[in-house]
């Protein structure tokens, strides 16, 4: 971990054991940071099932144990007007936006620094990722956990704010975490780690994206035959690679492909087609986090799995690149951050994202 000595630490406290544990580790350091709870759930009038009672309750119970303050600051208009917006205007294009990936940047890193973080040099979080320090230059990388590595998750933050992050369990895996709640009796300590979207909650995504674009019904037909085999509700509701939730027989059935001018969704079907995966594609606006270039050998992920893959990469333009995977890959959904790793899945060099495809 980077040198801490005279620093101001601001740590942001969802509640949970990892954000706890971070306040634990910065306090056997003998450091005492403020803490604050950014609130960016549903405001309480809403009919929504929100935890943000509970992990308010929580968080000030961390805070109070290591003697440390507590804020709340209300992110609520701007993670509505921005993470909203966002989501909501790739998903009526038809892609399939990732909202987790810009709460990081326009509101945990963004709007919090913008109304609280300004005053400090650091904000920690709870993330598993880490940081590398090269010279004046400060690289993401990876946690040594596959499973929970969030560097996918940060991949699209600015180079400012990657310089005031600070990830104080980035090298413990999840079980060491919980370990370490556990031995100090965190009063999160056995708390589930939450699903989904951060802020839903137990809303149910598709409840979420209905209530802003509604429903518009259109024809699911078989790719292969041409044959219309049901209707769905909306294209907005379904992403490329998506087997379950289609409501269709005689499957197992893969969505290939989204036609917004028709309104017609395209199905293929079997375990593995070849339709359903693919081999090359194309990334746009690439967001570079450290240094405005990336290795032509990499490692990559489309989603937030613990799966990597190599490729070969070839810049086609500016931000824009051709990616040459090593092998097929299932469910390359246009509009997914393809976040992009050197050969040895270490340092991360940022994402772009995953334009649409000729067939």
Known sequence: MEDLTNKRIAVLLSGGVDSAVVVHELATMGLHPDCFYIKIGPDEDEEWDCSSEEDLEMATAVAH?????????????????????????????GLTPNPDVMCNRLIKFGAFDEKAGHAYDLIATGHYAQTEIDGNLKWLTTSPDPVKDQTDFLAQIENWQLRKALFPIGHYRKEEVRAIAEREHLVNAKRKDSQGICFLGKINYNEYIRRYLGEKPGDVVDIETGKILGQHRGLWFHTIGQRKGLGLG??????????????????????????????????????????????????????????????????????????????????????????????????????????????
């Open 65 to 93: 144990r290591y003697g440390c303050h507590l804020e709340v600051v209300d992110c609520h208009k701007d993670y509505w007007e921005r993470v909203t917006k966002y989501t909501m205007d790739k998903v009526r294009a």
């Open 250 to 359: 005689g499957g197992p059935w893969n969505v290939v492909k989204k036609d917004m001018e028709t309104n017609v969704l395209y199905v293929v079907k079997g375990y593995e087609p070849v339709k359903a995966w693919s081999k090359e594609f194309r990334i746009h606006d690439f967001h570079y986090l450290t240094v405005n270039e990336v290795p032509s050998r990499v490692s990559f992920k489309i989603r937030h799995t613990p799966d990597r893959h190599y490729a070969n990469l070839t810049k086609t333009g500016d931000g824009e690149y051709f990616v040459e995977s090593d092998y097929l890959i299932q469910g390359v959904a246009p509009g997914q951050f393809c976040v992009i790793y050197d050969e040895e899945h270490h340092r991360c060099y940022g994402s772009g994202e995953i334009g649409y495809y000729e067939d």
